[in-house]
């Protein structure tokens, strides 16, 4: 049952995904009091939209019904927003390659008044972290989400950081092993390999190189290769699952120091599909990080899981939605 907001104020924020939409209503002191899920199936472009108008205007009868406006809106959306141009760019979603997003959601909102922010997930994640998750009191943090892809929300200085563009926070695209290949053009080189679906690809690659083997991974058709069995796999120590998962931590473990190097952050937490299972190669990480960390920093920085977990981006959207609201900042993002 819904909890009673009689005479009082909410936000609603909305967690746009590859495959659903989340959504709830928040108190303006943080409580989640009510959520609603709809699943894409295979929607696309403004179809996308519309759902989530739906969404938003069940929320809003809800929170009326309980004596309670709706006075902000909050989305986050899995890929990257443009707040310059207000457009999207969402690979899990088909349309969204430079798609008008908030004037599509500005048009399908009733209230017109209603201020309405927009921000890609890993910022979402990290917002939602520090507002009611793992990073509460921090000033400095990081959100390392590593799921289809891998991205990086980052809190410096009490100031999120979202770059020129709103591409900030892309390491995927880090660097770590020479020489290029053109393989890494769509994804770059850290995602490629240490993804949910790199870890596919790094167990197809080891599969190659090990013709001999025949164990749980080689049943496996290629197209239907994915993370989950290769961490099933792991469980029963077979030995190409291994090798993938032990050149996944080299990876995972680099990118922490090089973000500890770079931002002295006092926590950096791990989230997004693969962990899950990955959260217990945490310690593992933790030892391949400090051999490359900054040693100050390095001491001075938790790396922890995710406290929210899969609701991380609607904390985000939420926490969006009251801080516009807040500071009077009406469809300025």
Same mark, same amino acid.
């Given at each position: 049952?819904p909890?009673?907001m /009689?005479?009082?104020?909410?936000?609603?924020?909305?967690?746009?995904?590859?495959?659903?939409?989340?959504?709830?209503?928040?108190k303006?002191?943080?409580?989640?009091?009510?959520?609603?899920?709809? *699943?894409?199936?295979?929607?696309k472009?403004?179809?996308?939209?519309?759902?989530?108008?739906?969404?938003?205007?069940?929320?809003?009868?809800?929170?009326?019904?309980?004596?309670? /406006?709706?006075?902000?809106?909050?989305?986050?959306?899995?890929? !990257?927003?443009?707040?310059?141009?207000?457009?999207?760019?969402?690979?899990? !979603?088909?349309?969204?390659?430079?798609?008008?997003?908030?004037?599509?959601?500005t048009? !399908?909102?009733?209230?017109?008044?209603?201020?309405?922010?927009?921000d890609?997930?890993?910022?979402?994640? =990290?917002?939602?972290?520090?507002?009611?998750?793992?990073?509460?009191?921090?000033?400095?943090?990081?959100?390392?989400?590593?799921?289809?892809?891998?991205g %990086?929300?980052?809190?410096?200085?009490?100031h999120?950081?979202?770059? *020129?563009?709103?591409?900030?926070?892309?390491?995927?695209?880090?660097?770590?092993?020479?020489?290029?290949?053109?393989?890494y053009?769509?994804?770059?080189?850290?995602?490629?390999?240490?993804?949910?679906?790199?870890?596919?690809?790094?167990?197809?690659? %080891?599969?190659?190189?090990?013709?001999?083997?025949?164990? =749980?991974?080689?049943?496996?058709?290629?197209?239907?290769?994915?993370?989950?069995?290769?961490?099933? %796999?792991?469980?029963?120590?077979?030995?190409?699952?291994?090798?993938?998962?032990?050149?996944?931590?080299?990876?995972?473990?680099?990118? !922490?120091?090089?973000?500890?190097?770079?931002?002295?952050?006092?926590?950096?937490?791990?989230?997004?599909?693969v962990?899950?299972?990955?959260?217990?190669?945490?310690? /593992?990480?933790?030892?391949?990080?400090?051999?490359?960390?900054?040693?100050?920093?390095?001491?001075?920085?938790? &790396?922890?899981?995710? %406290?929210? /977990?899969?609701?991380?981006?609607?904390?985000?959207?939420?926490?969006?939605?009251?801080?516009? &609201?807040s500071?009077?900042?009406?469809?300025?993002?």
């Amino acid at each position: 049952m819904p909890i009673s907001m /009689k005479n009082q104020g909410a936000v609603i924020g909305l967690d746009i995904g590859g495959t659903k939409i989340s959504a709830g209503i928040f108190k303006q002191n943080g409580e989640l009091v009510s959520r609603k899920i709809k *699943h894409l199936n295979n929607l696309k472009g403004s179809q996308v939209v519309n759902l989530a108008g739906e969404l938003v205007a069940d929320l809003s009868e809800e929170a009326d019904r309980q004596g309670c /406006k709706v006075k902000a809106l909050g989305v986050c959306v899995p890929g !990257i927003y443009h707040p310059q141009k207000k457009t999207v760019w969402a690979p899990n !979603i088909d349309g969204w390659e430079d798609f008008p997003l908030y004037t599509q959601i500005t048009n !399908i909102v009733k209230d017109v008044s209603l201020p309405i922010v927009i921000d890609s997930d890993r910022s979402c994640y =990290i917002l939602g972290e520090c507002w009611q998750g793992v990073a509460k009191g921090c000033t400095d943090a990081i959100f390392m989400s590593i799921g289809t892809g891998i991205g %990086a929300g980052i809190i410096s200085g009490g100031h999120l950081l979202n770059g *020129h563009s709103g591409v900030a926070g892309a390491v995927g695209w880090l660097a770590l092993e020479p020489p290029y290949d053109t393989k890494y053009d769509p994804y770059g080189n850290f995602e490629y390999y240490a993804s949910g679906n790199g870890l596919a690809r790094s167990a197809l690659e %080891a599969l190659n190189e090990h013709k001999e083997y025949d164990g =749980i991974l080689a049943s496996i058709p290629a197209t239907h290769l994915s993370s989950q069995d290769v961490f099933r %796999a792991l469980e029963q120590n077979d030995k190409v699952a291994k090798i993938v998962i032990e050149k996944a931590i080299e990876y995972w473990g680099m990118t !922490i120091a090089n973000l500890i190097s770079i931002f002295n952050p006092q926590k950096v937490i791990l989230g997004g599909g693969v962990f899950g299972p990955g959260v217990r190669l945490i310690e /593992k990480i933790w030892d391949q990080a400090q051999k490359w960390a900054q040693p100050i920093s390095f001491k001075e920085v938790e &790396l922890v899981e995710s %406290a929210l /977990k899969g609701d991380a981006g609607l904390y985000g959207a939420g926490y969006q939605a009251i801080r516009a &609201l807040s500071n009077n900042q009406h469809g300025s993002n």
